[in-house]
């Protein structure tokens, strides 16, 4: 109200400065500044802050170009790799009741956790994460990239090697690969 009674008013133009630098409003900071300039051209307060404020613009816009860039990003490789699944013509069973297009929660089930996630690898390869449970053991395996030009028995032969020392927690040795039998579970 103090710019709209005296618009010459610094000191209310200075609040508003102090205003929209806590609001974080870069934009509307540096107009602010303009107007403050305009009623004292000198001021090397204004003079310093046009700088900063300029600086932060600039850093704000690069930061949104990489986001924008990181999102794009995002969005092909989830496009390629839906294209891949259909592709292989893979049968992906989605969670009944779950909101979102078909496409989200099909992406959405080929998460493990919140991080990992089927992708493809640069030599095209779909690359799966795999959890590995031992339910008479309560203990479990995670293999991160689980490709699928290899079997479930090579990775198993890896884990558990023949006339190798078994894992702690396989005291009686039988976890051998002739021995196993592995169910699958969505």
């Known amino acids: 109200k103090a710019i709209a009674l005296n618009p010459s008013y610094l000191k209310a133009v200075n609040r508003a400065i102090e205003c929209q630098l806590k609001l974080g409003k870069t934009v509307e900071l540096l107009k602010w500044i303009e107007r403050g300039l305009a009623i004292d051209s000198g001021n090397k307060e204004l003079l310093k802050a046009k700088d900063k404020a300029q600086k932060r613009l600039k850093e704000e816009q690069r930061d949104e170009r990489k986001r924008t860039a990181a999102e794009k990003k995002r ?16 049968k992906i069973f989605l969670p009944i009741g779950e909101e979102g297009s078909e496409e989200q929660r099909t992406l959405d089930s080929l998460s493990v956790g919140n991080k990992k996630r089927v992708f493809i690898s640069e030599d095209g390869v779909l690359t799966w ?51 196993l039998i592995a169910f699958y579970d969505r």
């Open 75 to 90: 969005r092909n490789e989830e496009r390629d790799l839906l294209a891949a699944i259909n592709s292989r013509h893979l």
């Open 129 to 179: 994460p795999v959890k590995l449970i031992y339910p008479e053991h309560k203990t479990s395996d995670f293999i991160e990239q689980f490709r699928e030009d290899t079997t479930l028995r090579e990775h198993l032969g890896m884990m558990f090697p023949p006339h190798r020392e078994s894992p702690p927690w396989d005291r009686e040795g039988s976890y051998t690969v002739p021995n």
